[in-house]
């Protein structure tokens, strides 16, 4: 089971776009603060063609990514954990809603590390998703050791970003061999347009150029202040290091 050939296969891209384009007016309140509408569609078009029965979500939020997962996953086991579900009562209510929840969704407030997710079955095409800017390589590690194969990371922005990136680690060559040695696939999913992206649009990215069709103009945030594109990635695990003890990362 592999990803998606983006590039490759623009005509199944483009029919999952339509299919979710069609959805997302069903999303009862504009996401913010969190994945844009085209980032939520990779998300979809990944799942689309992995299809999970198990999702473990780490970094909820208004719950956008959870919808999303829910539609392109009709049947999966969902897991969802964000602090605001041990700490929410201590917050505003009005800086943390509207937010969509489901009651077909497991909610917790701990953190993936100390979850126990080790002790889970995880049935083939398991995936986390990590959209809790927390330090992505030991994300990798911890999603790794506890037996998942596939990881799917937000916000792995090449310059400037609120917590390192992939990007960012891959600048040091020790760090880059050891993802090498751990990942057996390593994908930026591309924007589905052009488009300028970054913290102030300050990088330009090629995309896959979609057919300029009304139908998905909702995916459209290429003309945003800040446009959606946040460098969704989508890692594989070698299967020799699932559910293992993996090498040390590399320390200064
Ligand atoms: C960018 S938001 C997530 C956006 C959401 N996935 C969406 O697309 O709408 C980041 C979230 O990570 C959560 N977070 C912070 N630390 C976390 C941790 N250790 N584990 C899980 N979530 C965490 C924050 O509370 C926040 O809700």
């Given at each position: 089971m592999r990803g998606l050939h983006w590039q490759a296969e623009t005509g199944r891209v483009t029919a999952w776009a339509r299919e979710f384009a069609a959805l997302l007016?069903?999303?009862p309140f504009p996401n913010s603060n969190g994945m844009a509408p085209d980032t939520g569609f990779q998300l979809y078009a990944l799942l689309r063609a992995l299809g999970p029965e198990l999702v473990v979500e780490s970094g909820v939020w208004r719950g956008f990514s959870t919808w999303v997962i829910r539609q392109a996953a009709p049947a999966a086991r969902i897991i969802a954990i964000d602090p605001i579900f041990a700490l929410g009562h201590c917050l505003d209510r009005t800086r943390i809603e509207p937010a969509w929840r489901a009651p077909d969704v497991t909610y917790g407030g701990g953190d993936f590390s100390c979850a126990g997710f080790e002790f889970m079955a995880k049935p083939p095409g398991s995936l986390v998703l990590f959209?809790?800017?927390?330090?992505k390589l030991h994300r990798l590690r911890q999603g790794a050791e506890a037996g998942f194969r596939h990881m799917v990371f937000d916000d792995n922005l090449p310059g400037r970003a609120t917590h390192n990136t992939f990007f960012h680690y891959r600048r040091e060559p020790r760090l880059d061999a050891w993802m090498a040695l751990v990942l057996e696939e390593y994908e930026v999913i591309p924007p589905l347009w052009d488009t300028m992206a970054g913290m102030e649009n300050e990088v330009f990215v090629p995309g896959l150029?979609?057919?300029?069709e009304p139908d998905l103009a909702l995916l459209d945030t290429t003309r945003a202040p800040r446009s959606g594109y946040s460098w969704l990635t989508y890692c594989r695990v070698r299967p020799e290091f699932v559910g293992q003890t993996l090498p040390p990362l590399p320390r200064d």
């Open positions: 007016p069903e999303f959209d809790d800017h927390q330090n150029n979609l057919p300029r």
